[in-house]
């Protein structure tokens, strides 16, 4: 039987933890209660601390009893991620805490699959959460109030808190799915494409568009490390400028790595790689000003790559190639990467393009199963989503 797991520091908030547990009960469902905290427990819980901890490579010793609070929550993290992906009754896990709980809940809920509903009741919540949530499915409730002894708002907002979990547990989504999944990857400046492209391939296929905004490219290619996708369209790759060039929404260096690990059938391209991300304009490093931009929202700025750039680019993304062993097809739109860099548009640049184009084809070492495909068209051109969705039939037909 699926339980839901309500996860916290039992030293410090063993009476919220009790109440909300409680709660969850009350709606019919079985509980689990986990202390994760590194102090002794001021609550009975079914699996103490201890126990937990015990699941650190270095055993108990390395996460309880030290004097360090902050080695001590790094270790319980650590610990409670390892023990969280031991349990094979996980229906759904709640966990409530401040600023150490938080980081120690969240590391473990990340471990899970997408899908298991994990609810984190945090006094950070309303902040920046991208630490915590990352590239998981975690839903951040703000505590409001400390976490500090129950009170008239803290009652309220663990009541929402034990409906919201008990809601998601008792009645899980249906994951019936016949059709094979394949990752695609999209901007706005290439949503035409894609969208073209899906449509084509939607009655065969489970399309999963990622908007590539660094978090996308890595949630994508962590659902093919985890055996969720049946292969790639990534026609928007654009995250590879703001790594190497400094932007908001970076690529990790393991940008393809999942594409070389699974072998999986890959179709590619140059998707917005004529752009790097900034935040609003007053927010570009100041040795950037000269450069080409444009203005995409009073939030987001973009700035034209240049020919030196563009360089740079496609060697990098030529060397990742190099290293996929898998059919691998990289699709180049000789007129136009975005739908800026078009004739009239506010980043058409030719040279640029050239450039890019160039180092790719000169830096890939194209074999049977590994090929450049340049096509006289522009990226958002119709003719060119049919051919990359005609180019991944093919080989994963193969």
């Given at each position: 039987?699926?339980?839901?797991?309500?996860?916290?520091t039992?030293?410090?908030?063993?009476e919220?933890?009790?109440?909300?547990?409680?709660?969850?009960e009350?709606r019919?469902?079985?509980v689990?209660?986990?202390?994760?905290?590194?102090?002794p427990s001021?609550?009975e819980?079914?699996?103490?601390?201890?126990?937990?901890a015990?699941?650190?490579?270095?055993?108990?010793?390395?996460?309880l009893?030290l004097?360090?609070r902050g080695?001590?929550?790094?270790?319980?993290?650590?610990?409670?991620?390892?023990?969280?992906?031991s349990r094979?009754?996980i229906g759904a896990?709640?966990?409530?805490?401040?600023?150490?709980?938080t980081?120690?809940?969240?590391?473990?809920?990340?471990?899970?699959?997408?899908?298991v509903?994990?609810?984190m009741v945090s006094?950070?919540?309303?902040?920046d959460?991208s630490?915590?949530?990352?590239?998981s499915?975690?839903?951040?409730?703000p505590?409001v109030t400390?976490?500090?002894?129950?009170?008239?708002?803290?009652r309220?907002?663990?009541?929402n808190?034990?409906e919201?979990?008990?809601?998601?547990?008792?009645?899980?989504?249906?994951?019936?799915?016949?059709?094979?999944?394949?990752?695609?990857?999209?901007?706005?400046?290439?949503?035409?494409?894609?969208t073209?492209?899906a449509e084509?391939l939607?009655?065969d296929?489970?399309?999963m568009?990622?908007?590539?905004t660094?978090?996308?490219?890595?949630?994508?290619?962590?659902?093919?490390?985890?055996?969720?996708?049946?292969g790639?369209?990534?026609i928007?790759?654009?995250?590879?400028?703001?790594?190497?060039?400094?932007?908001?929404?970076?690529?990790?260096?393991?940008?393809?790595?999942a594409?070389?690990?699974?072998?999986?059938p890959y179709?590619?391209?140059?998707?917005a790689?004529?752009?790097?991300?900034?935040?609003?304009?007053?927010?570009?490093?100041?040795?950037?000003?000269?450069?080409?931009?444009?203005?995409?929202?009073?939030?987001?700025?973009?700035?034209?790559t240049?020919?030196?750039?563009?360089?740079?680019?496609?060697?990098?993304?030529?060397?990742?190639?190099?290293?996929?062993?898998?059919?691998?097809?990289?699709l180049?739109?000789?007129?136009?990467?975005s739908?800026?860099?078009?004739?009239?548009?506010?980043?058409f640049?030719?040279?640029?393009?050239?450039?890019?184009?160039?180092?790719?084809?000169?830096?890939?070492?194209?074999?049977?199963?590994?090929?450049?495909?340049?096509?006289?068209l522009h990226?958002?051109?119709p003719?060119?989503?049919?051919?990359?969705?005609?180019?991944?039939?093919?080989?994963h037909h193969?």
């Open positions: 039987m699926k339980r839901v797991y309500v996860v916290g039992a030293d410090t908030k063993g919220e933890l009790a109440f909300l547990a409680a709660l969850v009350a019919g469902l079985p689990v209660r986990v202390d994760v905290g590194t102090r001021t609550s819980m079914d699996i103490p601390a201890a126990e937990v015990a699941f650190h490579p270095d055993g108990a010793t390395a996460v009893g004097d360090d080695t001590a929550i790094a270790a319980m993290a650590t610990a409670f991620s390892r023990f969280i992906v094979e009754d896990v709640v966990g409530l805490g401040g600023g150490g709980g980081s120690i809940i969240t590391a473990g809920m990340r471990m899970l699959p997408y899908g509903p994990k609810l006094t950070l919540a309303s902040g959460v630490p915590y949530v990352d590239i499915d975690i839903v951040m409730m505590a400390d976490i500090a002894g129950l009170n008239g708002l803290s309220v907002i663990l009541h808190a034990a919201a979990i008990a809601g998601m547990a008792a009645h899980p989504a249906d994951r019936r799915e016949t059709r094979p999944a394949i990752g695609l990857t999209m901007f706005g400046v290439t949503t035409p494409c894609v073209a492209i084509r939607r009655d296929y489970d399309c568009v990622f908007h590539a660094g978090t996308g490219g890595r949630t994508m290619e962590k659902l093919a490390d985890s055996g969720m996708l049946a790639f369209i990534d928007t790759t654009t995250e590879v400028c703001d790594l190497l060039f400094g932007g908001v929404l970076p690529a990790t260096e393991d940008r393809f790595g594409v070389a690990r699974t072998r999986l179709v590619g391209s140059v998707g790689l004529d752009m790097v991300n900034f935040w609003a304009p007053e927010t570009v490093p100041p040795h950037h000003r000269t450069r080409n931009f444009y203005e995409h929202n009073p939030n987001v700025t973009l700035m034209r240049t020919r030196e750039e563009c360089r740079a680019i496609g060697e990098w993304i030529g060397n990742k190639l190099n290293a996929c062993e898998g059919e691998v097809r990289f180049i739109p000789e007129k136009g990467v739908a800026l860099d078009i004739e009239g548009g506010a980043f640049d030719p040279e640029a393009d050239a450039a890019l184009f160039m180092a790719i084809e000169a830096t890939v070492r194209q074999t049977e199963r590994r090929r450049i495909v340049p096509l006289p990226i958002n051109d003719a060119f989503a049919e051919a990359a969705a005609a180019t991944f039939l093919e080989i193969n």
